[in-house]
């Protein structure tokens, strides 16, 4: 590597300190270690790694050495235990997804948050009206990537509470933990303060929903912060375009992440599908066939349940679009070794 020399020279001390990324931002890294924030630059040799991935993103623990600037620099990168991740935005024509050279169908990662403790997935009860199919979307993506869900039901004085309970009351029912709130009139602040305290989390979801709102209804001036940065690093009025943590004044860090309406869902297999609905998955094993796709086949213990009242219509559908999709993307693959 180039410039590897000048690097050492700067180098004030050897001993290393643990840090987390706070902020990720043109290869310059925000990290916080208990002696205070540095930014960071990267060791040229780590660059290696991690090459399907995002080297390096916020909620990243590392070992940074200090440089006499009273700058740092990041000499190790801890394992990730897991990452909140969209697929890459790539240029327009070209589609998300492409075949690498031994014939895969390849995705690239971009990671938006590592390591989460858990994410909130925020919707309005109203203004705007909610889209369940987005939820049980992101609902889907966080089961992959292994990430606990609170779901958020924000401005609950826009509807009466039987509203409210008509939209989300079916996710409290498959087990997701629901918070109904107002940032507004301050219904469930507490509440989510305290399922804040102490993790690492991320806030999702449209924009609009109320998101920095309530981060500013939990600790004032924490979702001011934020627009301060997005009005301080882009044009667009209220677009953070690099999710940062901020601290919590009760000890844990929070990412407010503007319109996310979607995460990866890699290497899901049309037929795997089922397991990430926790509504669903319990009944596959009743179904008649075991390759039962839970969408038209006779003896099927979904559809049973869904004309039973069992099972909600709505989380089928979502279920049966998604698998839709997912079949055509493996139709893709087929046809690429085909071609090959
Ligand atoms: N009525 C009502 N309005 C809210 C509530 N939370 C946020 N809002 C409003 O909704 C709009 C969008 O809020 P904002 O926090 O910027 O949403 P974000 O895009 O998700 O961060 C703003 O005009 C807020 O004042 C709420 O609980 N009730
Ligand atoms: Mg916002
Ligand atoms: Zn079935």
């Not at 995705?107 to 109203?126: G, H, M, S, Y």
Request: charged content about 25%.
């Amino acid at each position: 590597m180039f410039g590897n020399s000048t690097e050492e020279d700067n180098i004030l001390n050897p001993d290393l300190l643990d840090g987390l990324v706070i902020k990720a931002q043109s290869g310059f890294f925000t990290v916080h270690t208990d002696a205070g924030n540095f930014v960071c630059q990267v060791r040229g040799r780590l660059k290696q790694e991690r090459r399907d991935t995002d080297l390096l993103a916020t909620g990243d623990r590392v070992r940074i050495s200090l440089t006499k600037d009273d700058r740092g620099m990041i000499e190790e990168i801890a394992e990730r235990k897991r990452a909140m991740a969209r697929l890459a935005p790539i240029a327009r024509g070209r589609g998300s997804r492409r075949w690498s050279r031994d014939g895969y169908l390849s995705e690239r990662e971009q990671v938006i948050v590592a390591n989460p403790d858990q994410v909130i997935i925020v919707f309005a009860c109203a203004e705007p009206a909610p889209s369940l199919r987005m939820l049980d979307r992101l609902l889907v993506g966080a089961e992959v990537q292994e990430i606990p869900v609170v779901v958020c039901a924000n401005k609950i004085d826009l509807v009466s509470g039987a509203e409210a309970s008509a939209l989300f009351g079916i996710y409290a029912e498959i087990g997701y933990p629901v918070l109904y709130t107002s940032a507004v009139a301050g219904n469930g602040v507490s509440a989510l303060h305290d399922a804040l305290r102490g993790k690492l989390s991320a806030l999702v979801g449209p924009s609009g929903t109320g998101k920095t709102s309530l981060l500013n209804a939990i600790q004032p001036g924490l979702g001011l912060r934020v627009r301060d940065v997005s009005r301080a690093t882009s044009k667009g009025r209220h677009t953070t375009v690099v999710p940062q943590l901020l601290p919590l004044d009760v000890g844990g860090w929070v990412a407010d992440t503007p319109g996310i309406r979607t995460l990866a869902l890699f290497d899901v297999d049309p037929e795997d599908l089922d397991a990430y609905f926790p509504d669903i998955a319990p009944l596959v094993a009743h179904c008649r066939f075991s390759d039962c796709a839970h969408t038209v086949e006779p003896g099927c213990a979904v559809i049973q349940a869904v004309e039973e009242g069992k099972v909600s219509a709505h989380r089928h559908e979502s279920y049966v679009r998604l698998r839709d999709e997912h079949q055509k993307l493996a139709d893709m693959y087929w046809w690429g070794i085909k071609e090959d």
